[in-house]
């Protein structure tokens, strides 16, 4: 029977070795890397879910798998993170196709 981590919240700070402290929580725990920004490090545990709420499009890109878009409280679409870019967030944001003409600067 192996262990599994299904719920944690875990801060190091001024870790002097991120790489093994990387390699310990892949390898060791089984934890899979989601994202780093700032930073700092995210991990999650292997079909579970995190939620992320953030104003900060490129955060948002670099820390998801899967983005899901809500205008007006309704889910206008979902990317998963190699279709997602600022311009294709910003269309869906404003109730346009995320695929379509690019928008004027």
């Given at each position: 029977?192996?262990?599994?981590?299904?719920?944690?919240h875990?801060?190091?700070?001024a870790?002097?070795?991120?790489a093994?402290?990387?390699?310990f929580?892949?390898?060791?725990w089984?934890l899979?890397e989601?994202?780093?920004?700032?930073g700092k490090?995210?991990?999650?545990?292997e079909?579970?879910?995190?939620?992320?709420i953030s104003?900060?499009l490129p955060?948002l890109v670099?820390?998801?798998?899967?983005i899901?878009?809500l205008?007006?409280?309704r889910?206008?679409?979902?990317?998963?993170r190699?279709?997602?870019n600022?311009?294709?967030l910003l269309?869906?944001m404003?109730?346009?196709?995320?695929d379509?003409?690019?928008?004027?600067a």
């Amino acid at each position: 029977m192996s262990a599994r981590v299904s719920d944690l919240h875990y801060v190091a700070l001024a870790v002097p070795d991120l790489a093994a402290e990387r390699e310990f929580f892949s390898d060791t725990w089984g934890l899979v890397e989601v994202g780093e920004s700032d930073g700092k490090v995210y991990f999650a545990a292997e079909g579970t879910g995190v939620l992320l709420i953030s104003s900060e499009l490129p955060e948002l890109v670099a820390l998801s798998t899967r983005i899901l878009v809500l205008r007006d409280g309704r889910l206008v679409g979902a990317l998963e993170r190699d279709q997602a870019n600022q311009e294709s967030l910003l269309r869906m944001m404003a109730g346009l196709a995320p695929d379509g003409p690019r928008l004027r600067a």
